[in-house]
């Protein structure tokens, strides 16, 4: 039996989940430009709201010409934190040689 005490998890707030998004990203030593994040004017990352959840991306490899996207649907905080520490996880993969 399962005890929800009487709580329920807030409900997702796409507009506030990109702002904190943006800012970790930002730490992350990316810099925005149009929704994408790039580091040396490689993109990286992107993410955008899309109704209740946000749109977002990670590339396959850094690459200056047509970047390959890795799309996802964020729909919860547990998916933004989950995004994040993906594109921390491939940024320190990745050398500078990739870009």
């Known amino acids: 039996m399962a005890e929800d005490f009487g709580f329920a998890a807030p409900p997702f707030d796409a507009a506030a989940a990109l702002q904190r998004l943006k800012r ?6 990316l810099a925005e430009r149009e929704g ?29 010409s047509g970047p390959q996207w ?6 919860s905080s547990a998916d933004v934190r ?14 500078d040689r990739d870009e």
């Open 24 to 29: 970790e990203l930002r730490e992350l030593g």
């Open 36 to 64: 994408v994040f790039e580091r040396r004017g490689v993109a990286i990352a992107r993410a955008a709201i899309d109704g209740p959840s946000l749109d977002a991306a990670l590339v396959r490899r850094p690459q200056r």
């Open 70 to 75: 890795q799309a996802r649907m964020l729909k």
């Open 82 to 95: 989950d995004f994040v520490a993906e594109c921390k996880r491939r940024l320190a993969g990745w050398s």
